[in-house]
């Protein structure tokens, strides 16, 4: 039975507002990285559902409608905004209003950025920019790069005209934690697999390693595959 806030949100009516959407789009990303706002979303909902004195915002689409009602009370020591990472946080500090995550929410939504990923977004300073100074070139490589979730690899390729071979360059997430490995070989020789393998914070990886590793070839594409891609076994 549905409730009485029901938007139509199932087939998303004239009733449903464009914040409402991005709200429902960020109720649904898979994993999402505690840099986006999903993630707060997602934390909110979740203590909104587990509410044992008033069990009021069980309905997706009773949710949906209150979400920019809630204040950071609502919350307080369950998921504040960490500064210092730029990323949401499950322990105490400071909180930020649900009326500010769903800006950020819709920003997100209309400039059609990954909900589960980290999007470089610019309202933002991000702690590991510092380390690119005085690089500019290093920054505008990571804006344009795919972060890969646990279960993810993202995978270059590339020919190398020399002699014609077609080659990976795959980065996914260590066993280490916060550490990338971004590994190089090609297809047709297998004995070629970790030809160069790095392992390395991802800011470093995507903004220095990789683009020298693939300096002398010209790259083919570049996708997100599952980590079942991988041709070798895991560190």
Known sequence: MKSKHTLAAVNWGDSAGIEKIAIDEALSAYKPNPRSPAFAVQKIFQIASNDDDEQVFLAREDFLVMFPLFEGADYEGQLSWDANGSCWSLSPGPTVPASRIQQDALRWYLNGWDMSRHTRDLEFAYPEDREFAP?????????????????????????????GRVGYCDVYKSKKEDLYVAELGFFN??????????????????GFTVPSMLKRYQVLSYRIHHIFALRGEME
């Not at 804006?143 to 002699?163: C, G, K």
């Not at 070629?192 to 914070?201: C, G, S, V």
């Open 189 to 206: 020789d297998r004995r070629t697999h970790r030809l160069q393998r790095i392992t390395q914070p991802f800011w470093e990886l995507e």
């Open 135 to 163: 690089s500019g070139e290093g920054v505008d490589r990571l804006f344009n790069a795919l972060l890969p979730l646990e279960d993810e690899l993202t995978r270059r390729l590339f020919v190398d005209h020399q002699d």
